[in-house]
C-alpha cells in the first residue's frame, strides 16, 4: 500500500512562499496521478492542483483562487511531489493533504477527490496577515 508523507507546512507572512512536499514509499512504479487538495475548517476538501505520472501538470479542478500562484511539480527519480505557493494570502489558510490516484490511471480519468485512493496525513499552513 502505497504511503504519503507531506511536510513544508508552517506559518508564513502574507505575500511570503511555501513548498511544500509529499513523499511517497512503498509505490510499485510512479504511474499514477498525484493531486494537491487543501482544507478548511469546517469545509470539504478543495483541490489546488495534480499532476500526470510523466510530469505534466494538470489545474483543470483548480479555484480561480490559486490561479498563477499554485505550482504542482513532480521528481521523476524519487517520485515526490511538491506544491509551490506564493503570494500567499490569509485566505490560503488550511490543511493541505496529498493524494494519489490508482496505479495507470492518469489525471484526466479522475473524478474529484473521491477518485483518489491514498492519502497523506495533511500538513497545516497558516498564513498571518
Known amino acids: 500500500r502505497v504511503q504519503l508523507v507531506e511536510s513544508g507546512g508552517g506559518t508564513v507572512q502574507s505575500g511570503g512562499s511555501l513548498r511544500l512536499s509529499c513523499e511517497v514509499s512503498?509505490?510499485?512504479?510512479?504511474?499514477?496521478?498525484m493531486g494537491w487538495f487543501r482544507q478548511f475548517e469546517g469545509k470539504e476538501r478543495e483541490e489546488v492542483g495534480r499532476?500526470?505520472?510523466?510530469?505534466?501538470?494538470?489545474?483543470?479542478q483548480y479555484p480561480d483562487s490559486v490561479k498563477g500562484r499554485f505550482t504542482v511539480s513532480r521528481d521523476a527519480a524519487t517520485g515526490t511531489v511538491y506544491l509551490q505557493m506564493n503570494s500567499l494570502t490569509p485566505e490560503d489558510t488550511a490543511m493541505y493533504y496529498c493524494?494519489?490516484?490508482?496505479?495507470?490511471?492518469?489525471?484526466?480519468?479522475?473524478?474529484?477527490?473521491?477518485?483518489?485512493?491514498?492519502w497523506g496525513q495533511g500538513t497545516q499552513v497558516i498564513v498571518s496577515a
Open positions: 493524494a494519489a490516484g490508482p496505479i495507470g490511471r492518469w489525471c484526466a480519468f479522475i473524478s474529484g477527490a473521491a477518485g483518489f485512493r491514498a
Open positions: 512503498n509505490a510499485v512504479d510512479n504511474d499514477y496521478c
Open positions: 499532476i500526470d505520472p510523466d510530469g505534466t501538470p494538470r489545474y483543470t
